[in-house]
């Protein structure tokens, strides 16, 4: 069945086919805010969620601060013992397991002085887990590669040789080559670990030097599904910590529920923000709507005294706003697109997660919330069409 | 034919409250029309004729008094209930014609029945009743302002026609036509009558007064002749 009252809602769009056009206009206005800030807003999450998820895979495990028995006068171990390593590596599973020495050292690249962070990795760990971007990964026990950050700072080179340690403790200190440079990580390194000030030197080298053969100053563990985080830190647990607690199990889950919290609330701020054209919008509807009803206020007469119900007449006006808010949500849901498209890509410059349910979803949203806005604003119009006395109507020029 | 009025008016009084005061519009009228009358309603601007139009078509309620529309009193009844009557047992030509003026001549006389039946008009019946009140079938198309002020009221006659009601408003409906057209519809007036209609018409021309078989005189709200 056709509705003749839509029918005539349509009609009466047409005849001021103008005046509703523009007042489309301020729901496109409206969708396409709503539709792109929301886009902005999760884009930006997405990314950032997905940068710092990138460092959550990783477990770090360094050893618990330890009392000292009373009377007891050995002092315990400062890091995870071999036989500690070993029940790491069992309760890990297939994960990859890399344990870690550093320390904080002064070192000396010709005659500058300069103090960092010295790590010492397996070879094949490193091999693994560390991607230079110039020159390689060490092959020979004084092979070292240096962070980004060092590495600009001291301007070091492939094959500068740096000196390391106090120079008025040894008067011949031990030299390392710088084989490998590593781009910078910042805070999202993928293994848990920020190279960007270190330098990094095997571990048989790192013992020779500082001691502390078979002890290790951190443990990670890189999980190959993230998902399994909270099962393997509970292994490791229960199998390391078993007696008492001896080494402390951390990772970076809590640093990301953080900071995702805090972009959701900045993408409903900016959403806040989009909203207000929208309620512009419902202004300019709702002005069209009164004007609509009362240039036709005889016509209104008319239609309730040959017997057209009260309801009736609310719901041919309910359609024209409902019309005025299908046009502008169509024309504003394909701008969306277009528009959230270029703001994204202009004020992010990643667009990877776009078209993403999470995203793309804003401009249906975007779309119902342009409509409803619009039948809203129609309420009060239609309901004094409505409720108008067909005499005083019918009277009406 | 039934004992009982169609329409019966008891001791109605309207009053309006004005800021210059209270206008009394109808002082105590008593009134019968039974079913087939064709009754004219004359009377002076003023005399309250617009008023007794808007009891009788149910657009109104009287201050005091009673109104029985067949058989109903429209005190007691709901805002609904008198919409009803209004699309069901009346029919309404107005001077003015007031159609709708964004429905072609066909909508407008099928727009009754899509108000009683909930659904376009299938059975031809709009088209028939176009053709009985001798409207141009090649005008049906057209929307109202593109129709003379004689077609215009044959299309107002077969609006009110179409759910087929008892009684036939007609307020002044030759008042805005030549005279000639204006006989034409009387014409159409008188076969409707003719027909088991029960005609009220409101004018001050005592020409078309006298196709009416019964005359309501009315001055100051009050009826003088019967």
Redesign the interface.
Known sequence: ??D?FFD?SV??VK?NFMRSLLASIGIVIGVVAISSMGMLGTNMQLIVKNQLTAGINTIVITPDVVRAEPGSTSTTPTGITESQLRDIRDAAGTNTVIPIDRTNTQFSIGSVDGRGSIMGFDLTDMKNIMNVSEGSTPRGESDAIVGATIASRFNLKIGTRIKIGEPNISATRPVVRVVGILPTIGMSSSNGINTDNAIIVSDTWYSAQFGGDNVYDQVNVNLKDVSTLSAVETAIDNKVNRNKDVVRISDASSRVTSVSSTLSSLTTFILAIGSISLLVAATSIFNVMMMSVNERV??I??????????G?VRRMFLYEAFILGIIGAIIGGIMSIVIGYSVVSAMIGNTAYFFLPESIIYVPAGMIIGVIVCIGSGLYPAWRASNMD??EA?RAE | MSEVPLIRLADVTKVYNLESGDFVALDHVSLDIMENEFVAIMGPSGSGKSTMMNQLGILDVPTSGELFINGKNVAGMTNLERTHMRRDIIGYIFQKFYLIPLLSAYENVEYPLILKYKQRDMSGKAAAVLKSVGFDEDLSAHRPSQLSGGQQQRVAIARALVNDPKILLCDEPTGNLDRKTGFQIMDILTGLHKEGKTVILVTHDPKIAEYAHRTIQLEDGKVVAS
Not at chain 1, 301 to 310: A, N, P, Q, V, W
């Open positions: 069945m056709k003749i005539l009609r009466s005849l005889q016509e007469g008319i239609l309730l005294s040959i017997g057209t119900e009260k009736e067909p005499i019918l």
